[in-house]
């Protein structure tokens, strides 16, 4: 059984994971997306048919129209185009967070099916793996559950429940902090809301970790859809309000938005 940590600054939005724990991969999204954005968009419009349409739009950047209709709020063409993501290396306390956001499809390792009995790998937050004598007290409850796992698929086992029968039932043992494993897809606009909430310095460390990741794989996909995307403080003002952070310029640096507003 193996542990991962993080080490950061005391403060709080300063933590991070190291990218080496935390993997995230995009696996899929709709080709050519900010063009299948612009065909939605301007066939509300146009009184072109579809090839028609389609013609135009292959043989223009739509770069400047997509730009004016993210500007203007106009989000339900962006809701046509999907990214869809593997992710590993979080914990459970983390996938708790993300199947938060309803407007997404999840399909996670199952703890019932798949047995922890080999040993499960788990995160250790970072303010606890600073300091020696929590991070051992942390480690020594990670083994004592693994312990207690295998205990009870052993007395399980003997009174006739093997495989996922006995695994469905140990598992209530294991922790928040067991790591898991993940494939997501949100459509564009559940993104930006994501990134909105999931990048903001008060979002858990974890899950703002991996919001980064996700913002910095949808951004190389499509970079007009998700220019501006971030947390919600880049260009208007902190919607946290007197929980804000008190970080807005070194934000709004860290996401080249600038200083003002």
């Known amino acids: 059984m193996k542990g991962r940590c993080a080490v950061s600054a005391p403060e709080y939005w300063k933590y991070y994971m190291p990218q080496s724990n935390l993997k995230v991969i995009l696996l899929k999204h709709t080709p050519d997306p900010e063009a299948v954005v612009a065909m939605a968009a301007k066939l509300c419009y146009s009184p072109s048919d579809i090839e028609g349409l389609q013609e135009k739009i292959s043989r223009k950047d739509q770069q400047g129209f997509v730009e004016r209709l993210v500007g203007m709020g106009h989000m339900s063409p962006v809701e046509h185009v999907s990214f869809t993501f593997a992710i590993e290396g979080i914990s459970r306390a983390c996938s708790h967070q993300l199947v938060r956001h309803r407007v ?154 600038g200083s003002t507003g």
């Open 104 to 257: 997404a499809s999840y399909s996670q390792q199952s703890q019932r099916y798949v047995s922890e009995s080999s040993g499960f790998d788990y995160v250790i937050p970072p303010s606890i793996a600073e300091d020696d004598a929590l991070r051992a007290e942390f480690e020594q409850f990670m083994a004592d559950a693994q312990k207690a796992y295998n205990r009870l698929i052993e007395r399980l086992s003997e009174r006739g429940l093997k495989g996922e029968a006995a695994n469905q039932d140990a598992r209530f043992v294991l922790p928040n902090a067991a790591e898991t494993k993940i494939v997501v897809t949100m459509n564009a606009r559940e993104l930006l809301h994501f990134f909105r909430v999931r990048c903001c310095n008060r979002a858990q460390w974890e899950i703002r970790a991996m919001a980064e990741r996700m913002l910095e794989l949808a951004r190389q996909a499509a970079p007009v859809i998700f220019a501006e995307a971030g947390p919600g403080c880049l260009y208007k003002p902190c919607p946290e309000g007197e929980y804000s952070c008190g970080k807005i310029i070194e934000v709004r640096k860290k996401y080249n938005a």
